[in-house]
């Protein structure tokens, strides 16, 4: 059985690196999944009250939209 672990990093504004782990999905799924939760959190993040912090919430909401789709976060 052949298992390949997909690392995707990505640099967040002003933040250190996110690392995201998922041994059953191959880069380009990865990177797909990632767009798609930024896009999401993105929406999402444009509805908070103008007080929060939009950058860190999207940041949130990026990560956890990863753990449902299976990946690990670091």
Known sequence: ???????VTTSAVSC???TV???????DQAQ???SECQYMATIA???L?????AI???E???DECMQKKGYIVK
């Open 1 to 7: 059985m052949l298992c390949i672990v997909v690392i």
């Open 16 to 18: 250190g690196n996110v």
């Open 21 to 27: 782990t998922n041994d059953l999905v191959g880069n």
């Open 32 to 34: 797909k999944d990632y």
């Open 45 to 47: 993040a444009a509805r």
């Open 49 to 53: 009250d103008p007080e929060a912090d």
């Open 56 to 58: 860190a919430e999207k």
């Open 60 to 62: 949130h909401l990026v």
